[in-house]
């Protein structure tokens, strides 16, 4: 299974997100991330996180929705709403959920603040993987109502 972490910058969360999934991800499962405006940069403050959390992400790159490898069976939107974001709607046949996460680039105040935000965002995109990659995988891909249910109610989940 392709999993698609989708944001607007394809930047900070998404790239955390994709990083970490390909970490903790069984063989057969795969993410990707992408954005629909992305900055064509990684946030050097994401890139420092994964280093100090030993996440290699020198595969990792900021790209257009456009430039995918291969097509995604799971699309996970990443934009908060609660900041204003429009998120981008990924179009095709899809299974389609949003984990919303406030965008740590946008963070303001001291560079311990900003470093916190940076790490909020993680430990959400973290607990939410993690959650999903403990669920009955093989099982769930037979039902996609079932899985869909399950993503929806880990995107609300908070650490």
Not at 26 to 37: L, T
Not at 125 to 134: G, K, M, N, Y
Request: a neutral charge; charged letters at 20%.
């Amino acid at each position: 299974m392709n999993v698609l972490f989708l944001c607007t910058g394809n930047s900070c969360r998404s790239i955390l997100a994709e990083a970490t999934f390909n970490h903790l991800a069984p063989a057969g499962w795969k993410a990707m991330s992408a954005g629909s405006r992305p900055t064509g940069q990684i946030h050097p403050r994401s890139l420092a996180l994964l280093a100090r959390l030993g996440i290699s992400a020198a595969e990792y790159h900021s790209k257009s929705w456009n430039d995918l490898p291969t097509p995604p069976d799971i699309v996970i939107t990443v934009c908060s709403s609660a900041a204003g974001e429009t998120c981008p709607a990924y179009l095709g046949p899809v299974l389609r959920t949003h984990w919303g996460v406030e965008d740590p680039a946008h963070a303001t105040g001291s560079d311990e603040e900003i470093d916190a935000a940076f790490m909020t965002a993680y430990r959400i995109l973290r607990l939410r993987i993690e959650t999903f990659l403990a669920l009955p995988l093989a099982e769930l891909q037979r039902d996609k109502t079932k899985l869909k249910a399950e993503l929806d109610r880990i995107g609300t989940l908070i650490p």
